[in-house]
């Protein structure tokens, strides 16, 4: 079946600072792959997506590329601020629903 | 504005008690969702229905009962069954198209047994 493996966190790091989440997968066929970012209290945001192989899904600053050899969707920002501490997850659709991984929670210091 | 309400937004209950979580959506999606979230163990999904009047158990369903009676509509129950309740409870929707477009989520519903 389907499953997703992210970074351990807690993650913490310091204003301007370069950020990378490991995200690796396992899945039969393609399937579509997602980033999610949850701040406190709150439900999920899809922060970027990609569908196919080679595929680059931006947004707010924040990329992820869809790699079939690796099996890797890992996320990255190149410099990050105080407004990114959240829960960032990524997750996998396939068998007609998404899979998550654990969640890597970011902690950007001043 | 189109999205997911979740009602309400904390619940308590005490244990032995049935409790309804309300799941509302006007984005005129078929498929949704109940995943539950605690610490350190990422989303867990429970029940999951593609269209009106029929639904499926995920991962976690024991101690979880839902309808989907109106496309709008998917409502969970969680019974006395469920022998750790506490925890935040999300519902989400998607058009059903393959998932490409990824999954709306609700503010959630974060449920106490007292």
């Known amino acids: 079946g389907n499953s997703v493996t992210q970074m351990e966190g807690p993650v913490t790091l310091s204003e301007e600072a370069f950020l990378t989440i490991n995200c690796t997968y396992t899945a039969t066929g393609y399937p579509s792959l997602f980033w999610y970012v949850q701040y406190p209290g709150e439900g999920l945001q899809l922060l970027l997506k990609a569908t196919k192989a080679d595929d680059k899904g931006s947004n707010k600053g924040f990329e992820a590329t869809y790699r079939k050899e690796t099996t890797s969707f890992h996320l990255e920002k190149g410099s990050v601020q105080v407004s990114d501490s959240a829960v960032y997850f990524c997750?996998?659709?396939?068998?007609?629903?998404?899979?998550f991984g654990t969640g890597t929670r970011l902690t950007i210091i001043p | 504005d189109g999205g997911i309400t979740q009602s309400p937004k904390y619940l308590f209950r005490k244990e032995g008690q049935n409790v309804t979580l309300s799941c509302e959506q006007n984005l005129n999606h078929d498929a949704m969702y109940w995943y539950r979230q605690d610490p350190g163990q990422g989303l867990r999904l429970i029940y999951y229905s593609q269209i009106v009047n029929d639904f499926q158990k995920g991962d976690i369903a024991e101690g979880y009962s839902v309808s989907r009676e109106k496309k709008e509509s998917f409502p969970l129950t969680v019974t006395s069954a469920q022998k750790n309740p506490t925890a935040f409870y999300l519902c989400a929707s998607n058009l059903g198209i393959g998932g490409i477009y990824g999954y709306t989520f609700g503010s959630g519903t974060r449920l106490t047994v007292v």
């Open positions: 997750a996998n659709f396939g068998n007609e629903k998404l899979t």
